[in-house]
């Protein structure tokens, strides 16, 4: 979604903020701008596309000590130049604001009476002039004037001629950080945007405030008072495609997850409830048409699908078909009225995801919405809706926090929609809300289980077989374990709901079969125990990952992983953690190619 870069030094800062929005292309937006005061004067530049637009209309030597630089997903107002950040009032103030406001309409109606005029169709151009009617010599006094009066969750950052050595900035939800260096200080939303010119940060706390004058700054508490925050030396570097300390990309990608689902939240849900217009300009008046989905994927991206399919039909009650890109490109399906078409993909140029996108034909499609990576992706460009995930670069082939928060995204599409619809009560979308709200900190927690199930890795470096059963929504989530063990360790590995047993897999089952087990404390939970005795009675050995509660019958041949989480809707996306531990850790010991995967491309662009 959108992103911040500030900056004030004792020489020019637009090379600087360039770099900075280049690095959060990541994030997804449609339109870029930069706004720098050079003497008494703010200088503009804004374009529609992404930051190598931006930059052509700027000369390499544009002058300012002083700027503030966007990039815009849209949600109020169509993507275009004039919607684009930063926004200005009167040619004084200039303003870029991440999140929503939500009761621009009313404080717009009043500035409107007062004389101010807008040219935008932005939530954010009301920051602006609200600053600018406030304003009388005292930035900071100004800026929290107005941010008393806004709802929402918002971060931004200001700038104004009249003082042309200050830039304020503030955090309500959305993440800012404080990039500090050497007589010289810098904002982002991201530590990666500043990479380049400091590895010090201080990470703003929800409500805070901060002022750079000069060569310091000060931070602010959300009444104002002054406090004080601890410098942080970031061991990142500006080089993004770097292991950081970790064996393989593919350990560092999944430890990276507590941060990559952070950000898919950001600006995204309050404390109660999924933001408006999260997934693009037109998403409200296409959702209020939805009566069917359908989900088209590959790969992983397909299991984040299935998973999803149990979220929508249980929560929403709407009809959802999921399938394999590959196998609907080449059929003719019946579409049923107004169906939402969506796509899943890492890399957005899926070839066979792409192509189904590309191919639709039926007037039932009452839109299309794509669930991305990567920005600048085909997929992104050519769907009607997007959602990013903000992973950040995944490098390592095997997706961890590509897949997580694809997750994370369909949960919150099922939330939008159930709103939207009028299909879910306000309590249990706050519900799921307070749950994704938790679930990088439970993640966290399930990080701490690496010892362990490095352990339990050893037990399986001479296997060439193993089984993995789920019941419901783990079905999928034991689809995906599977995949990940064959994809790196090379272990031929299936996945089968455990109710199916007996109809087949069973006969499989011996003493050198590792049977891997998802056991969440559902109300499955005691048919699942049925189903693993079934398999100690063949000799089969038991590996059981269980959450907190599930009250299981067990010996002491079988190997228990308990997790400590007690959760009812982000459950399967806990469930992932431990299995993409098990699958990395199996393939160190037995010595492959972990990040590149014989056979295996991060991007598949052919059929």
Known sequence: MCGIVGALAHRDVSSILLEGLYRLEYRGYDSAGIALIDGAKL??????????ELEARMSADQPGHIGIAHTRWATHGEPSETNAHPHFSNERIAVVHNGIIENYKPIRERLLAQGYEFSSETDSEV????????????????????????????ALG???????????????GPPLVVGVGIRENFIASDVSALLPVTNRFVYLDDGDYVVLSGDDFALFDASGNSKQSDIKVSELTAD?????????YMQKEIHEQVRAISECLEGRISDTAVLENIFGFDADAIFARVENIQIIA??????AGLVAKYWIEALLDLPCQVEVASEFRYRKSVVLPNTLFVTLSQSGETADTLSALRNLKSANYCGSLSI???????LVRESKLVLMTRAGPEIGVASTKAFTTQLVSMLLLAAALGKRLQRLDDDVIAAIVAELNSLPGLVDKLMRLEPLIEDIAEAFVNKQHALFLGRGEHYPIAMEGALK????SYIHAEAYPAGELKHGPLALVDAEMPVIVVAPNDELLEKLHSNMQEVKARGGKLYVFAHRGAELETDADDVVVEMDCDTRYVTPILSTI????LSYHVAVLRGTDVDQPRNLAKSVTVE
Do not use: W
Not at 298 to 303: A, N, Q, V
């Open 372 to 378: 991305c990576n990567v920005p600048e992706s085909s």
């Open 127 to 154: 920051v602006a002039h609200l600053v600018e009617s406030y304003f009388d010599g005292d930035l900071f006094a100004a800026v929290k004037k107005a941010v008393d009066e806004l709802e929402g969750a918002f």
């Open 485 to 488: 063990l064959k994809e790196i």
């Open 158 to 172: 200001i700038i104004v001629t009249d003082d042309p050595h200050t830039l304020v900035a503030c955090r309500r």
């Open 43 to 52: 200088e503009r530049f804004r374009a529609l596309g992404k930051v190598r």
């Open 578 to 581: 431990p299995l993409q531990l």
């Open 298 to 303: 590959c790969g992983t991206s397909y299991h």
């Open 240 to 248: 993004s495609a770097s292991k950081g300390g970790y064996r393989h």
